[in-house]
């Protein structure tokens, strides 16, 4: 097919889609977790003191007990088969922002050609996956293959259901053989136990005894456009980059806020519901869901879990959301600009910390000036915010971010803290030395009798900050749609353990020198407050004025790129930082600087070999054809005295050579090699491939605009935007 009638034809398929068929939902209590071998399940199936000890182990992170593995694995097995599972897989979590697993059989051969089921505690704890092909960043060289997963307790094991069958998975840990962490879960659990010893250390201070162990939380918001198929299997930058690179932007966006949060299409919306019925059976919290601010854009959201088990959710969510796409017809993007022009995707996590004796730490209560633990960890977290801010940035650093971040859809590269004006008032208050109020939730009183009274939060939101306060957590809102969440929730657990136990120091300190607890908080917050203030920020982010006051006047960074902000790994404040909480040792942190590196690197790679290949394959031949076919009707024309405007022909012609002139230049710069460093290299793909592609993209999507509609041979924006 030529021209548009491959599009013509996804078209009438797509509108011709008979609706999908009504089913029968099970009641929510039927389904929920019915695929996870729970605390309930194991109780169900284990000898008493074997359940006692596990639990014990996954509620107060106790070491577990090796002897139990053989019996819990029995029971594991027997419920996994009962289900239909032949198979087990460890899943794991490499340094990708991918899922990883290697599945193995029940199936055993014994001696007289029979075959039994066998999984034995061994079997269950380790495995050995084949370690050479995932990165390790020069951790171990690539003829070096042997590593190791371990089984994580803590996250339970589910049944993975498909349409070819089911498999027991099973959470675990990535190593190599050497000992390092090849994987996200490692650091992960390093950083919930390092804050937890901090956080123990303040609360004792603070005058608690009975202290239950403290872990992190979070609830993952996740964003995600939909496009059908037969749109996508069409868009070589679809498929292989995962955004469109190039795309004439459609006469109608997202200008008229129609699509925000309107009505759900229905073939859309027969989606989610397998995906959350999917998600329910898996025990995955999926709570919210609507359509977000651009066209063919969406967003699910679940409540809150310990930090470990939704790092691991979100890791599904997003295979859940893949997989059940495909069933439905549609690519599910979870690029952070697949579209430009219109919104693109995050993934805001929402953060907080606290445990079953104390609470949620980071809830001021109505009087948060009274509150004296919420304004002592909130401070903590603002002190650690404004040392720490540039590795934060580095946490979500990646090549497809680059696009989001800073536009005003996303909060800007610059990491600030936003409190709301009640908090803000409360620690400008600390201070001056002393605290006496803080500002009080209202009343709306709409001025309808039929209407209630709407309570108003003593303090608004502000959607350009990139760490904001929204109540009883923070959240981090430049995370990116397709990253994994563990690499945010490390850094921000981290730095809150360094930023704790310098507060505890500095308690004991002053309670040593015989202050009051009250007047030594108050001495350590103003301490925060003077040292670290310029960190807080209530105004509008995208403004240019705060990007000059922020650097020039308050010092914050302001790293516009993955290759300004992943250099900031190898910082020796933030080796220092890893290194004694105890998260990361100096080898694992240059590890995975060089991973993420190399992944920036090779996903702007694939992107020029892209451009240069859609350019002059696809591009410039319906450009040159539809040209030859005007300038030959002018020809024609002119040859019997009727003359027409021969403009656009001209515009054509010169926009096409420049778009190939540009594309050689784009050639010639991607042959470079020998760099100095890898430093160097991504400031050069930064710096001169990047804004080479964008030069490609402004002429052809010149030529787009000028080339006759059945001569254009991608699916347009307008396609895949808004015909669902």
């Keep these: ?13 797509i509108v011709n889609r008979p609706t999908a068929p009504c089913k029968t939902v099970p009641r929510l209590e039927d389904m929920w977790a019915e695929n996870v071998f729970n605390l309930t399940k194991m109780q169900a199936s284990l000898p008493k003191n074997v359940f006692k000890s596990i639990k014990n182990t996954i509620v107060t992170g106790e070491k577990l007990d090796p002897t139990i593995a053989d019996a819990v694995a029995t029971a594991m097995r027997d419920w996994a088969m009962g289900k239909g599972a032949l198979y087990y897989a460890h899943v794991f979590y490499p340094m990708t922002n991918l899922s990883a697993e290697k599945h193995d059989g029940f199936i055993s051969v014994q001696g007289d050609g029979n075959v039994i089921s066998e999984f034995s505690g061994k079997v269950l704890v380790q495995g050995e996956p084949d370690g050479s092909s995932f990165p390790n960043g020069g951790i171990r060289d690539t003829f070096e293959a042997r590593g190791y997963t371990g089984w994580d307790v803590t996250s339970p094991a589910y049944i993975m259901e498909t349409d070819n069958g089911s498999t027991l998975c099973i959470p675990t840990v990535f190593v190599s053989w050497t000992g390092e962490a090849l994987d996200k879960k ?27 162990h403290v872990n992190s939380s979070c609830g993952a918001e996740q964003e995600y456009f939909l496009v059908d198929a037969n749109f996508a299997s069409q868009r070589p930058d679809l498929l292989l980059a995962g955004r469109t690179l190039f795309g004439k932007a459609p006469a109608k966006g997202q200008e008229f806020d129609d699509h925000y949060f309107g009505a759900i299409p229905e073939r859309v919306q027969v989606f989610m519901q397998d995906v959350e019925e999917t998600l329910y059976k898996l025990g995955i919290p999926a709570k919210t869901r609507h359509n977000e601010v651009a066209p063919g854009q969406f967003e699910i959201a679940p409540f809150f879990e310990a930090a470990n088990v939704a790092s691991d959710h979100q890791q599904l969510l997003m295979t859940v959301l893949k997989n059940t796409a495909k069933k439905h017809g549609f690519v599910c993007l979870l690029h952070e600009k697949p579209f430009a022009g219109i919104n693109g995707s995050g993934k805001h996590v929402n953060w907080s910390v606290g445990n079953s004796t104390q609470g949620n730490l980071l809830d001021p209560g109505d009087s948060p000036h009274d509150n004296a633990q919420f304004l002592v960890f909130c401070g903590a977290v603002i002190r650690g915010v404004h040392k720490y801010g540039p590795l934060m940035r580095a946490a979500i650093a990646t090549a497809s971010n680059d696009h989001r971040l800073g536009a005003n859809e996303a909060p800007p590269a610059i990491i600030s803290v936003y409190l709301g004006t009640q908090l803000e008032e409360v620690f400008e208050q600390i201070k001056t030395g002393s605290v006496k109020d803080s500002k009080k939730k209202g009343v709306m009183d709409l001025g309808v009798d039929v209407l209630p009274d709407l309570t108003k939060d003593a303090g608004d939101r502000n959607r350009t900050s990139p760490f904001a306060f929204t109540g009883n957590r923070f959240e981090f809102r430049a995370v990116g749609s397709s990253q994994s969440v563990s690499g945010p929730l490390i850094v921000l657990n981290t730095m809150l353990a360094e930023s704790l136990t310098w507060v505890g120091d500095r308690l004991e300190a002053e309670l040593g020198k015989g202050l009051e607890l009250e007047t030594a908080i108050l001495t350590v917050l103003k301490e925060i407050m003077e040292s670290h203030g310029q960190v807080i920020f209530g105004g509008n982010g995208y403004s240019e004025e705060w990007h000059k006051m922020a650097v020039e006047e308050r010092g914050l960074a302001n790293l516009r790129t993955t290759a300004d ?11 220092e930082l890893f290194e004694k909480t105890g998260v990361l040792t100096p080898v694992e942190l240059e590890s995975r600087f060089e991973v993420y590196a190399e992944q920036y690197i090779k996903s702007i ?29 002018i020809a024609s024309l002119g040859s019997m005295g009727i003359e027409l405007d021969k403009s656009s022909a001209k515009t054509i012609a010169e926009l096409a050579n420049k778009m190939i ?34 030069e490609v993209r402004v002429y052809a999507d010149g030529i787009e605009a000028e080339v006759a509609d059945s001569y254009w041979p991608l699916p347009t924006y307008q396609e895949m935007l808004f015909i669902k």
Aim: proline share 4%; aromatic share 6%; no cysteine.
């Design 605 to 633: 790679d694939v992107e020029v070999k892209l451009v240069i290949s859609i350019a002059k394959t696809l591009i410039y031949p319906a450009a040159i054809e539809y040209l030859s076919k005007l300038s030959g009707t």
């Design 1 to 13: 097919m030529t021209g548009n009638a491959a599009r013509t034809q996804s078209i009438n398929k």
């Design 186 to 212: 490692v650091p992960l659990l390093r950083s919930i136990a390092a804050m937890d010893k901090a956080a123990n250390k303040v609360l004792k201070l603070l005058g608690n005894e009975n202290i239950a």
């Design 565 to 575: 902000a992943l250099p900031v790994l190898k910082e020796k404040y933030i080796e």
């Design 661 to 694: 002139s540009t594309v050689d230049k784009l050639s010639s710069a991607y042959e470079k090699h020998g760099f100095a460093s890898t430093e160097e290299e991504m400031q050069y793909y930064a710096q001169t491939l990047r804004p080479l592609m964008d």
